[in-house]
T-cell receptor
Framework: AQKVTQAQTEISVVEKEDVTLDCVYE???????LFWYKQPPSGELVFLIR??????QNEISGRYSWNFQKSTSSFNFTITASQVVDSAVYFC????????????FGTGTRLTIIP | DVKVTQSSRYLVKRTGEKVFLECVQD?????MFWYRQDPGLGLRLIYF???????EKGDIPEGYSVSREKKERFSLILESASTNQTSMYLC??????????????FGSGTRLTVV
């Protein structure tokens, strides 16, 4: 069975601070995919990133960066110099390369950026 | 711009009613999914479909059914709505084969209240 744990239920930081959202996953698959989604107050989940299990390179996209470590089964997400527009619920998700291609989601982290 | 459209943003239904939630995608995707989102539980998969007229149960199918008569449309049916089905329902789609850095596309959600 697959499982995704986002232990941080809610985080609040002051604008311009850096913040890291944690994600720990469990899977028996040797090939899998990890995702991060952002859900702003409007409700629609916005795709941020997908990583393959065989690619452990960290990725940076503007103020966003992701740290993937298979050794600790973690896929953490860091926002640098946070802005109020970053306030949202963030979901980490795990997908298999085989079979039904469904995603298993974590419970989400609500991030509030205080101006 | 790719789109997944859910027909209603808000719905209020009475206990025992039959409820239809509609989802349409314009991306020619093979796979479509219905999730429900509840506080503290994240997103949980109800049903998914990988082709027209094909369907598979997700993690919490009880009390729900689905219909996929056309590729672009995936309907979620609550046969007899109950108060514990009050939730946010999210539809998603994706192509059958992975594309580099491609993720699921979600609709804006339908917030269903059963009274």
């Amino acid at each position: 069975a697959q499982k995704v744990t986002q232990a941080q239920t809610e985080i609040s930081v002051v604008e311009k601070e850096d913040v890291t959202l944690d994600c720990v996953y469990e899977t028996r698959d040797t090939t899998y995919y990890l995702f991060w989604y952002k859900q702003p107050p409007s409700g629609e989940l916005v795709f941020l990133i997908r990583r393959n299990s065989f690619d452990e390179q960290n990725e940076i996209s503007g103020r966003y960066s992701w740290n993937f470590q298979k050794s600790t089964s973690s896929f953490n997400f860091t926002i640098t110099a946070s802005q109020v527009v970053d306030s949202a619920v963030y979901f980490c998700a795990l997908g298999s390369n085989f079979g039904n291609e469904k995603l298993t989601f974590g419970t989400g982290t609500r991030l509030t950026i205080i101006p | 711009d790719v789109k997944v459209t859910q027909s209603s943003r808000y719905l209020v239904k009475r206990t025992g009613e039959k409820v239809f939630l509609e989802c349409v995608q314009d991306m020619d995707h093979e796979n479509m999914f219905w999730y429900r989102q509840d506080p503290g539980l994240g997103l949980r998969l109800i049903y998914f479909s990988y082709d027209v007229k094909m369907k598979e149960k997700g993690d919490i199918p009880e009390g729900y059914s689905v219909s996929r008569e056309k590729k672009e449309r995936f309907s979620l049916i609550l046969e007899s709505a109950s108060t514990n089905q009050t939730s946010m329902y999210l539809c998603a789609s994706r192509p059958a084969r992975d594309r580099p850095n491609y993720g699921y596309t979600f609709g804006s959600g339908t917030r269903l209240t059963v009274v």
